[in-house]
């Protein structure tokens, strides 16, 4: 007997009002589709099939990564019908397990719990006691409790409207009955669909027990159906991944303003202020510290490293002890070892900065590389690119640029070089001496400023 998961995503999703099929929206950074893939793969099922329909192409495409079976339900007539066009690849003695595209926060606890109880009967059901249950399926139980059928809202009595326990439309069931039970589904019903919460009558009917578990978190069960619930769901997968962080160890300035779209690690004691935004693989060392406002992607930053406010990390990796920012940007394939310093107004692109060197302020280093203790002044602009291609620059260890120096690149500076602000270099600049290249200064004595002419024109009356 081996697991099987049913994602059911065919729907259309008109409520999102978007070209964009729903669940390939984003939560988190990554599709709605994702997240139920990702929760489905922990509990090691033998096949995932995933019943598409709307905007199959570019579903399928999104998800080439995925080994899936996909099965396509060209027209949606019910989730009775969807659930039905996988049984083909189902046997008998296999448990099914159904999912939805569009319920992104469902917990493996609460799944493992489901499945638990399907081991002991064919057919298990996830409920829920709502406050407000409009719009979703109710629970109907005899007098002793055992579950009788779900009516769904638009076929529900004034009576059965009262009943406030509801189907989630999480199931569980043994794949033989169930596959007796949708060839006898019918669709006379208000919607004309083919439900496959009928499923449920149908068992009782032939005298098997239904059980039913419900969710270990309310949030679980939440479905996106517009961009409000998105959103909504976007919050409270944040508020759970900051807590997640916090359990872990992160000191987070204000667990509401910080957005995780990815994985970030972390190691001992580091401290994360407002408005972070973290994408694809970040990992932080121990004791990092991140100011306010800073969007981080793919980095890794080692141990005791800070970054101030306002900083932009891409694709970079930061040696411990190094400072960044406030205002910098780190773009992709640069490297900073050890203790580093990188001011405000600071751009590094596709460079390489060893060990202690520094570049506080307004320069743009890119398609460098730079040796250890490097002091670059104020307004350093690597020349990298002539129109057509890009060039190296090479700086030796131990060298000092002047403030307001352009490299024009390809160009090498050996060690110990010193090279005195404002100087344009065009050439290669020999170790452990000055160099520069300026203009002489001149002053031209007496000389006056240009006075205003009296205004000519036609004469007025
Ligand atoms: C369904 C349940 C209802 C439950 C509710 C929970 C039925 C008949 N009703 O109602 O009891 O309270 O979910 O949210 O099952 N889908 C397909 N193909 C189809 C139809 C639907 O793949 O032909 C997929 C949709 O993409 C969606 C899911 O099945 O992911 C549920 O369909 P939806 O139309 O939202 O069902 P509800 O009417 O909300
Ligand atoms: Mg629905």
């Given at each position: 007997m081996s697991l099987s998961v049913v994602i059911l995503a065919a729907g259309q999703g008109t409520r999102m009002r978007s070209a964009l099929p729903k669940i390939l929206h984003p939560l988190g950074g990554m599709p709605l589709l994702q997240h139920v893939i990702n929760v489905a793969r922990q509990l090691d099922p033998a096949n995932i099939h995933v019943v598409y329909g709307h905007g199959a192409e570019q579903v399928r495409e999104a998800f080439a990564h995925e080994s899936l079976n996909w099965v396509l339900q060209d027209r949606q007539l019910g989730t009775g019908h969807a659930l039905d066009q996988v049984m083909p690849s189902l046997s008998d003695q296999d448990t099914v397990l159904v999912l939805y595209g569009d319920v992104p926060l469902i917990g493996t606890g609460t799944l493992q719990a489901l499945l638990d109880q399907a081991a002991a009967t064919p057919l298990a059901v996830l409920t829920a006691e709502?406050?407000?249950?409009?719009?979703?399926?109710?629970?109907?139980?005899?007098?002793?409790?055992?579950?009788?059928?779900?009516?769904?809202?638009?076929?529900?009595?004034?009576?059965?409207?009262?009943?406030?326990?509801?189907?989630?439309?999480?199931?569980?069931?043994?794949?033989?009955?169930?596959?007796?039970?949708?060839?006898?589904?019918?669709?006379?019903?208000?919607?004309?669909?083919?439900?496959?919460?009928?499923?449920?009558?149908?068992?009782?009917?032939?005298?098997?027990?239904?059980?039913?578990?419900?969710?270990?978190?309310?949030?679980?069960?939440l479905g996106v159906n517009d961009r409000v619930q998105l959103a909504a769901l976007e919050r409270i997968y944040q508020r759970n991944r900051a807590t997640q962080l916090m359990r872990d160890g992160v000191t987070l300035a204000d667990p509401a303003r910080l957005d995780l779209r990815g994985e970030l690690r972390a190691g001992i004691d580091c401290a994360v202020d407002v408005n972070v935004v973290f994408e694809g693989i970040v990992r932080l060392g121990d004791r990092v510290r991140i100011g306010p406002n800073c969007f981080i992607k793919n980095a890794t930053v080692g141990d005791d490293v800070e970054i101030f406010a306002n900083c932009v990390i891409e694709d970079g990796m930061i040696g411990n002890g190094s400072r960044i920012g406030p205002f910098a940007r780190i773009r992709p394939q640069t490297r900073l070892a050890e203790q580093v310093h990188i001011g405000n107004f600071v751009e590094i692109k596709k460079s390489h900065i060893a060990a202690g060197s520094k570049v506080n302020h307004l320069s743009y280093i890119g398609d460098t590389n730079m040796g250890s203790r490097v002091n670059i002044g104020a307004g350093t602009i690597t020349c990298n690119y002539d129109g057509a291609n890009k060039h190296l620059t090479e700086i030796g260890n131990d060298v000092f640029v002047g403030s307001d120096t352009q490299f024009i690149a390809p160009v090498k500076v050996g060690d110990g070089a010193t090279i005195g602000a404002g100087s344009t270099i065009t050439r290669d600049v020999p170790a452990n001496e000055l160099t520069l290249s300026r203009c002489p200064q001149q002053t031209r004595p007496g000389w006056k400023r240009p006075v205003k002419k009296p205004e000519s024109g036609p004469a007025q009356d």
């Amino acid at each position: 007997m081996s697991l099987s998961v049913v994602i059911l995503a065919a729907g259309q999703g008109t409520r999102m009002r978007s070209a964009l099929p729903k669940i390939l929206h984003p939560l988190g950074g990554m599709p709605l589709l994702q997240h139920v893939i990702n929760v489905a793969r922990q509990l090691d099922p033998a096949n995932i099939h995933v019943v598409y329909g709307h905007g199959a192409e570019q579903v399928r495409e999104a998800f080439a990564h995925e080994s899936l079976n996909w099965v396509l339900q060209d027209r949606q007539l019910g989730t009775g019908h969807a659930l039905d066009q996988v049984m083909p690849s189902l046997s008998d003695q296999d448990t099914v397990l159904v999912l939805y595209g569009d319920v992104p926060l469902i917990g493996t606890g609460t799944l493992q719990a489901l499945l638990d109880q399907a081991a002991a009967t064919p057919l298990a059901v996830l409920t829920a006691e709502l406050a407000d249950p409009h719009g979703y399926g109710r629970m109907l139980r005899d007098s002793h409790g055992r579950l009788t059928g779900i009516v769904e809202q638009k076929d529900a009595s004034a009576e059965q409207l009262e009943i406030r326990e509801i189907n989630t439309g999480f199931l569980a069931a043994n794949v033989g009955h169930l596959r007796r039970w949708l060839s006898r589904l019918d669709n006379s019903n208000a919607q004309g669909e083919y439900y496959l919460t009928d499923v449920v009558a149908m068992a009782a009917g032939e005298g098997i027990d239904v059980a039913s578990s419900s969710a270990g978190e309310a949030s679980e069960i939440l479905g996106v159906n517009d961009r409000v619930q998105l959103a909504a769901l976007e919050r409270i997968y944040q508020r759970n991944r900051a807590t997640q962080l916090m359990r872990d160890g992160v000191t987070l300035a204000d667990p509401a303003r910080l957005d995780l779209r990815g994985e970030l690690r972390a190691g001992i004691d580091c401290a994360v202020d407002v408005n972070v935004v973290f994408e694809g693989i970040v990992r932080l060392g121990d004791r990092v510290r991140i100011g306010p406002n800073c969007f981080i992607k793919n980095a890794t930053v080692g141990d005791d490293v800070e970054i101030f406010a306002n900083c932009v990390i891409e694709d970079g990796m930061i040696g411990n002890g190094s400072r960044i920012g406030p205002f910098a940007r780190i773009r992709p394939q640069t490297r900073l070892a050890e203790q580093v310093h990188i001011g405000n107004f600071v751009e590094i692109k596709k460079s390489h900065i060893a060990a202690g060197s520094k570049v506080n302020h307004l320069s743009y280093i890119g398609d460098t590389n730079m040796g250890s203790r490097v002091n670059i002044g104020a307004g350093t602009i690597t020349c990298n690119y002539d129109g057509a291609n890009k060039h190296l620059t090479e700086i030796g260890n131990d060298v000092f640029v002047g403030s307001d120096t352009q490299f024009i690149a390809p160009v090498k500076v050996g060690d110990g070089a010193t090279i005195g602000a404002g100087s344009t270099i065009t050439r290669d600049v020999p170790a452990n001496e000055l160099t520069l290249s300026r203009c002489p200064q001149q002053t031209r004595p007496g000389w006056k400023r240009p006075v205003k002419k009296p205004e000519s024109g036609p004469a007025q009356d």
